[in-house]
């Protein structure tokens, strides 16, 4: 989301140095962060449960927990607004009679209906999609790419490089299409697009589609 103005004012004083460097320099001035763990949660709330966390400010309302496939319902919810495309952990379904004993992923929420959507397995066909727009987008270099430009683009953290074409509908929304299907892409997200070693830019997810259908995220 940072302009031109912003980072022209901005120091980065490790320049380039890649963090294994740094551990080993820390390690080397007996600087306790060399041995620091990385961070993974979430900065603004510390280390705390993020469900607990929303709880304080979403008050809880159950639903149904419906398998996508088959419309079967396999158990409760607390929220929809609990719960993130790609989920895995904490839905309390696991080990159910007559059912695989794969993961049980989430693959869509209606909100007005309280329902949330869940399959099985990993690489199910309901988590994946192929193309979404993405609105107020912010182009670091101030400069809108070129039409259909293709180039990689993170949809979720530290997920690998997909290949993706840009489709420019207008300097602040973008239709970004997927070379190959991905996984668990996400309306209210962030996607994020590189060009080589260049950050261009990024926007939100808006909506989310598979064979130019509109699904439920």
């Not at 993170?154 to 070379?179: A, H, M, N, S």
């Amino acid at each position: 989301k940072l302009n031109q103005n912003q980072l022209k004012k901005t120091l980065f004083p490790l320049g380039n140095i890649e963090k294994i460097v740094v551990r080993k320099i820390a390690s080397f001035l007996l600087i306790a962060v060399a041995n620091k763990k990385d961070s993974t949660g979430i900065c603004f709330i510390g280390e705390r449960n993020f469900k607990q966390f929303l709880k304080n400010y979403i008050p809880a309302k159950k639903g149904k927990i419906i398998n996508k496939a088959t419309n079967e319902i396999l158990g409760e919810h607390e929220g929809v607004m609990y719960y993130t495309i790609g989920q895995r952990k904490g839905l309390g379904i696991g080990g159910l009679k007559n059912h695989d004993s794969g993961s049980w992923f989430v693959v869509g929420k209606d909100v007005v209906k309280n329902i949330l959507y869940v399959a099985q397995g990993e690489e199910n066909e309901f988590l994946l999609a192929d193309k979404c727009l993405v609105t107020d987008v912010n182009w670091i270099s101030g400069k809108t790419p070129e039409n259909n430009l293709k180039c990689q683009a993170k949809f979720r953290y530290r997920q690998p490089d997909q290949e993706v074409i840009l489709e420019i509908i207008d300097e602040t929304q973008v239709l970004v299409k997927c070379l190959n299907p991905v996984k668990a892409i996400t309306s209210g997200q962030e996607a994020v697009f590189y060009y080589q070693n260049e950050c261009l830019g990024g926007g939100t997810i808006d909506k989310v589609y598979k064979n130019d259908k509109l699904l439920d995220c």
